[in-house]
């Protein structure tokens, strides 16, 4: 499948090389890629630079965040929060519809100190923002709640535990069921919450996953709804 | 040990129950005695109404919020979010005052519709209000993540499962881990997630929680935290 992930962080870069691991096509989309090749400072949480990590992954392409996005099948938008509205209109909202987009965005907030809060929660989320901006996109809310290196290989927590969709097209979401699995999680733990207002579930549950990444000293983590 | 329950709910009756079959002497504290008494409507979720509930506990007593509180040793706050404050003022600051409060609210607002909202949450939390107004009382936030059944009863839920504690005093979440120990709780299952602010992530989580209430059809569920 030809994808474009949005977002050259250290999650765009998890997403992307699994999904080109994989054998899909991948551009990555970016607002200007000379500044992006021409970064050399780490990511914030010590990751490469985009021009370093991509010489491990040689067959994912680099692309302005439209020329990626209007190619593309399927769109991952991996950007951060307050950048991910910006990013997707530099995509385009010509480029988006009809597609599934995979928002995989949290709507942190570092303006008061950390742990962050939300900039967006309780009445509203980032990812019903989202859908609404762009009504033709079939949004899924997916993978945000833990860490990039267990979205793309759950095996980096013991045992089983979830990851949770929502989104209003249920073909959407079976499409990122499908693909979720490819990457290694169990069909039985892949749990559909509803639509997309269940994004507020599980952008909300990021107040929990800080403080416990807190308690825990470690970001592999993960949750495993057990229910009798 | 004498222990006040505030609140004379299904989450009053499952937590005045349990510790009053544990040994412990059992005070429901009520706004008014004889309105608790005279009710014989069932309660939200068809529990029963108190006086019919008491006469499978007959050594609960019950009595005013004060004259509950001022026996007792230990309080726990188990009445709805919004009437948590107004039931502990009635309590009296004075009968808090250095005690251990375990809070097992949640600021449910249910206003805008089902599911509901949070009436304070993201910058703020009902842990954090309430030890605000009584700053002499020990607050721990503890048990609201769940269905009461599960609460005094995790063997409710299949495998070992998770309880959260959030409060500013080492001792104070000592004790409760003694009392949720009791209970039948895993030493390794009940975390400290840190001061009281952390109920920021416990009361949030319940966002998330709705809807897997919602996409499973039982409230008989619970999280399992899994860390490699």
Known sequence: MNIAVLGTGVVGQALAGKLSTLGHEVTVGTRDVETTLARTEPGVIGNPPFAVWRVDYPDVGLATAADAAGRAELIVNATNGEGSIPMLELAGE??????????????????????????????????????????????????????????????????????????????????????????????????????????RGTEMYLALWLRLWGALGTGYFNIAVQAA
């Open 94 to 199: 010509e480029n988006l519809a009809g597609k599934v987009l995979i928002d995989v965005s949290n709507p942190l907030d570092f303006s008061q100190g950390r742990p962050p809060s939300l900039f967006v929660s309780n009445t509203d989320s980032l990812g019903e923002q989202i859908q609404r901006r762009f009504p033709d996109a079939k949004v899924v809310k997916a993978l945000q709640t833990m860490n990039c290196d267990v979205m793309v290989d759950p095996s980096k927590v013991p045992g089983e535990h979830d990851v949770f969709l929502c989104g209003e097209d249920a073909d959407a979401k079976r499409r990122v069921a499908d693909l979720l699995e490819s990457f290694g999680w169990p069909a039985s733990r892949i749990r559909d919450l509803g639509g997309i207002s269940s994004a």
